[in-house]
């Protein structure tokens, strides 16, 4: 038996309309679970859906806005309806909204905390009783390298994602004994559409990526497919031992004192 094998598992992953929330949705189907991917954009979500359909799986979009309970608890409940249990949940939705405190808008923090630390609690609240109905489960929840370190312009986004990996450890804590195992994904600056859109809104999107670049021991930026392949890790058999457990996948950078 393969021990990252996912074969009978429904995977509930939010923000799989893209970026790294995407790609574990692929990798979730390929490893062999019934995938239900969240998100806000409609026409996405299908693209996400037809790829794994195309290459044989199993998968349904659920248009939810994570920082709205309500439809947190609907998509829930219409994953359990549809595939008859939901025994993995992935956070991957999140923002990043840039600047210091004062730089930082009331409503630009409002979004940032609902979205990054609210939403993965709506998922926790709602999703956790549906994995204990299903007699146990994993949680993965993508936090950032920036949840363990300060970094400048990021009052916000380090205030939502510090709460977010204290938050896992206290949620591991109440349901281990459970057979609910709840881990935490930390990677560092990933290829993705967000971090291109932090890239191009710079005065000179080169210089920011080389920025971003510098502290990586590394030396590059890490792909999609190197955090899928970690959160199937902890989503699957093979991380059976893993609880509260706070996962680093960041080319080196937070090990580094920078000299
Ligand atoms: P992305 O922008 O490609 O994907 C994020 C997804 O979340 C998008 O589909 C977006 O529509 C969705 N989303 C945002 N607000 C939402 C809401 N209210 N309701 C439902 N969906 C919502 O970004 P990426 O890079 O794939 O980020 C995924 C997660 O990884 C985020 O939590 C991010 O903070 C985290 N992360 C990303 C890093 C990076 O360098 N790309 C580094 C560390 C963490």
């Given at each position: 038996?393969?021990?990252?094998?996912l074969?009978?598992?429904?995977?509930?992953?939010?923000?799989?309309?893209?970026?790294?929330?995407?790609?574990?949705?692929?990798?979730f189907?390929r490893a062999g679970?019934?995938?239900?991917?969240?998100?806000?954009?409609?026409?996405?979500?299908?693209?996400?859906?037809?790829?794994?359909?195309?290459?044989?799986?199993?998968?349904?979009?659920?248009?939810?806005?994570?920082?709205?309970?309500?439809?947190?608890?609907?998509?829930?409940?219409?994953?359990?309806?549809?595939?008859?249990?939901?025994?993995?949940?992935?956070?991957?939705?999140?923002?990043?909204?840039?600047?210091?405190?004062?730089?930082?808008?009331?409503?630009?923090?409002?979004?940032?905390?609902?979205?990054?630390?609210?939403?993965?609690?709506?998922?926790?609240?709602?999703?956790?009783?549906?994995?204990?109905?299903?007699?146990?489960?994993?949680?993965?929840?993508?936090?950032?390298?920036?949840?363990?370190?300060?970094?400048?312009?990021?009052?916000?986004?380090?205030?939502?994602?510090?709460?977010?990996?204290?938050?896992?450890?206290?949620?591991?804590?109440?349901?281990?004994?459970?057979?609910?195992?709840?881990?935490?994904?930390?990677?560092?600056?990933?290829?993705?559409?967000?971090?291109?859109?932090?890239?191009?809104?710079?005065?000179?999107?080169?210089?920011?990526?080389?920025?971003?670049?510098?502290?990586?021991?590394?030396?590059?930026?890490?792909?999609?497919?190197?955090?899928?392949?970690?959160?199937l890790?902890?989503?699957?058999?093979?991380?059976?031992?893993?609880?509260?457990?706070?996962?680093?996948?960041?080319?080196?950078?937070?090990?580094?004192?920078?000299?």
């Open positions: 038996m393969d021990a990252l094998s074969a009978g598992k429904v995977a509930v992953v939010t923000g799989g309309t893209s970026g790294i929330g995407r790609e574990i949705c692929l990798r189907a679970a019934q995938v239900v991917a969240a998100g806000r954009r409609n026409d996405a979500g299908k693209s996400v859906v037809a790829e794994i359909e195309a290459s044989g799986g199993s998968a349904r979009f659920v248009e939810t806005d994570v920082t709205d309970p309500g439809q947190v608890a609907r998509l829930i409940g219409s994953a359990e309806e549809d595939y008859g249990q939901v025994s993995v949940l992935v956070s991957a939705a999140g923002v990043m909204l840039i600047g210091s405190a004062p730089e930082t808008s009331v409503d630009a923090w409002r979004t940032t905390i609902e979205t990054d630390l609210s939403g993965p609690f709506y998922l926790a609240k709602y999703g956790i009783p549906a994995l204990l109905r299903a007699g146990g489960g994993t949680m993965v929840v993508v936090a950032s390298e920036l949840g363990l370190v300060g970094a400048r312009e990021a009052a916000a986004y380090c205030a939502a994602k510090g709460g977010l990996v204290n938050m896992v450890r206290a949620l591991a804590v109440d349901h281990a004994p459970q057979g609910v195992r709840i881990n935490c994904l930390c990677p560092g600056p990933i290829d993705t559409p967000l971090l291109q859109g932090w890239f191009a809104a710079g005065a000179d999107p080169s210089d920011r990526e080389r920025q971003q670049v510098a502290p990586v021991p590394l030396g590059r930026l890490g792909r999609v497919e190197e955090i899928a392949e970690a959160a890790f902890l989503a699957s058999d093979a991380s059976s031992y893993f609880a509260g457990s706070i996962v680093v996948a960041d080319g080196g950078a937070t090990a580094w004192y920078g000299l």
